[in-house]
Each structure stands twice: as C-alpha cells, then as structure tokens.
C-alpha cells in the first residue's frame, strides 16, 4: 500500500493506492470513492491532488472509482475535463438502475499506462 498516495477526507473523498511491480515495471492502481452527497469541488480537491502526485512519479497508473454520480448526466462535465486534463483514458462500466424509462452509469475505470 502506498499511504503517501492514499487520502482520507471525511465525508469528501477516500483514496487507496497500490503499487504493483510487474517485472521491471512498477503500476499504480488507485481505488477513488466520492460519497453520494459530495459536492464535485469537495470531492476534486483531494482527487485532483492524488491525480497529480501520482503523475509525478509514473505514468504507468489505473483509477478504479466509484464516483456516485451518473455519468451519462451533462452537468457532470467537470469530471470530464479532470480526466482529460491528466491525459487519463475513460472506459465507462455498464448501465445500472435500468428501467424502461431510466438509466444511470455510475462506475468508471481510468487508466494511463504510456510506455
């Protein structure tokens, strides 16, 4: 466990970042949790944060979140701009809550592995 890239703000953010070595390479693996009424910009300044420091040091990296907000929502754009912004790359989960008149996507992965 890496506790340097590991953040734990009550109630806004919790973070839990691995390092894995994998023959020469070391890969990072952060597991994000935001809780439900998390306001973004509560909940951005420590992800950002850990996004950056991570970014520092390696560019072999993957999120693993649980963002508990719908993705497929518009307002939700500054996430968005937060991943590209750290030339992450975005694979979506698969639909949960699914009615006839409704869905959410509430599960994302990023990743960054350059090489």
């Known amino acids: 466990?890496?506790?340097?890239?590991?953040?734990?703000?009550?109630?806004?953010?919790?973070t839990l970042t691995l390092e894995l070595e994998i023959g020469w390479n070391n890969i990072l693996i952060s597991e994000v949790y935001?809780?439900?009424?998390?306001?973004?910009?509560?909940?951005?300044?420590?992800?950002?944060?850990?996004?950056?420091e991570i970014q520092l040091i390696t560019s072999k990296?993957?999120?693993?979140?649980?963002?508990?907000?719908?993705f497929l929502n518009s307002d939700n754009l500054e996430f968005f701009t937060?991943?590209?912004t750290h030339d992450l790359y975005l694979i979506v989960g698969i639909l949960k809550r699914v009615t006839q008149h409704s869905a959410t996507l509430i599960d994302t992965y990023?990743?960054?592995?350059a090489y």
């Open 1 to 14: 466990m890496r506790e340097d890239y590991s953040i734990w703000i009550e109630g806004k953010v919790e």
């Open 34 to 52: 935001k809780p439900p009424n998390t306001q973004w910009d509560e909940f951005a300044l420590g992800f950002g944060r850990v996004l950056n």
């Open 61 to 70: 990296f993957i999120c693993i979140g649980d963002f508990n907000f719908d």
């Open 82 to 84: 937060t991943i590209v």
């Open 110 to 113: 990023s990743f960054d592995l």
